[in-house]
Nanobody
Framework: QVQLVESGGGLVQAGGSLRLSCAAS????????MFWHRQAPGSQRELVAA???????NYSDSVKGRFTISRDNAKNTVYLQMNSLKPEDTAVYYC?????????WGQGTQVTVSS
């Protein structure tokens, strides 16, 4: 069974930075495509960033140029470096692992950006 554990969320002022981590277990991490999603109160969950098993990355327009997704296969961990944070980035951030038809989610970590 795949387990994903996010960490690194917290409260930060606008313009600040945070780095989220997502540690995976129960799977061969290196062959999973990894994603970060977020969900703000009253909003649908949205895709923020993606990194394929081969390291190709993609970002939503709202975070492009500010967020960076990366992975360390030796540590079974995917990261989301978030810079120049804005109040509208406030949300619960979720990690997701996809391998074939299997999709697994973490429990989420809260990010709050104060103005």
């Amino acid at each position: 069974q795949v387990q994903l554990v996010e960490s690194g969320g917290g409260l930060v002022q606008a313009g600040g930075s945070l780095r989220l981590s997502c540690a995976a277990s129960g799977t061969i991490f290196s062959i999973n495509h990894m994603f970060w999603h977020r969900q703000a109160p009253g909003s649908q969950r949205e895709l923020v960033a993606a990194i394929t098993s081969s390291g190709i990355t993609n970002y939503s327009d709202s975070v492009k140029g500010r967020f960076t997704i990366s992975r360390d296969n030796a540590k079974n961990t995917v990261y989301l470096q978030m810079n120049s944070l804005k109040p509208e980035d406030t949300a619960v951030y979720y990690c997701r692992a996809v391998l074939g038809t299997r999709s697994s989610w973490g429990q989420g970590t809260q990010v709050t950006v104060s103005s």
